[in-house]
């Protein structure tokens, strides 16, 4: 089965501090996208950032920044600077380049940000 | 502001009743995909449609069924509810350039539907 995995349901940082989220998927499939969206209290789902399997370079979006690690099929997310505006779920997930584009999530974790 | 709309925010119905959920995708946008988010089932896939015809189905139940017209709005109609239907309900949408590659799906704000 194709799965993702979020094994922190939680996260606390403090402002100005620097957190990672991890994220570990199961897929046979060698090309695939892997994403990850935020989900503030507005329950609006957010594109964070974007990483293509094939691409080595680990994608950046500002403070936003991956460790891509296609062998141990490891997707991290890692946030510096926090910000009170970062608290939020944060949700891991992929999509197969077959044409059949379905997301496949991870069960989310939560991020707090302490003043 | 993702670009995707859904009407209406909140929904509340009854057992046994018909729902009909709304998506208008991003402008340029030919893919629309819905996905529903419960507390016991996580975010999941429930179908996808492009340029008005069905491309991909996931874990959508035979009382659920969804279309898009050609104006590229999609409707996710949902029958017989349940208790269990009750969940956040969202829409995405994605320009899709071809089967060769993948595109960001933009998700719309949701619709929250209680079955009472």
């Known amino acids: 089965a194709q799965t993702v995995t979020q094994s922190q349901p939680e996260m606390s940082v403090q402002e100005a501090e620097t957190v990672t989220l991890s994220c570990t998927y199961d897929?046979?499939?060698?090309?695939?996208?892997l994403f990850w969206y935020k989900q503030p209290p507005s329950r609006q789902m957010i594109l964070v950032i974007r990483q293509e399997a094939y691409k080595q370079q680990n994608a950046t979006e500002n403070r936003f920044s991956v460790n891509f690690q296609k062998a141990a099929k490891s997707f991290s997310l890692k946030i510096s600077d926090s910000q009170l505006g970062d608290a939020a779920m944060y949700f891991c997930a992929y999509v197969l380049n077959t044409g059949f584009q379905k997301l496949v999530f991870g069960t989310g974790t939560r991020l707090l940000v302490s003043p | 502001d993702s670009g995707v709309t859904q009407t209406p925010k909140h929904l509340i119905t009854a057992t046994g009743q018909r729902v009909t959920l709304r998506c208008s995708p991003r402008?340029?946008?030919?893919?629309v995909y819905w996905y529903q988010q419960s507390l016991d089932q996580g975010l999941q896939f429930l179908i996808q449609?492009?340029?008005?015809?069905?491309?991909a189905k996931g874990n959508i139940l035979e009382r659920f069924s969804a279309q898009q017209f050609p104006d590229l709005h999609s409707e996710l109609n949902l029958s017989s509810l349940e208790l269990g239907d009750s969940a956040l309900y969202f829409c995405?949408?994605?320009?899709?350039?071809?089967?060769?590659?993948?595109?960001?799906?933009?998700f719309g704000p949701g619709t929250r539907l209680t079955v009472l």
């Open positions: 449609y492009y340029n008005g015809e069905e491309r």
């Open positions: 897929t046979s499939e060698s090309d695939y996208y």
């Open positions: 402008s340029g946008d030919l893919s």
């Open positions: 995405a949408s994605s320009v899709d350039l071809g089967i060769t590659a993948v595109d960001t799906q933009y």
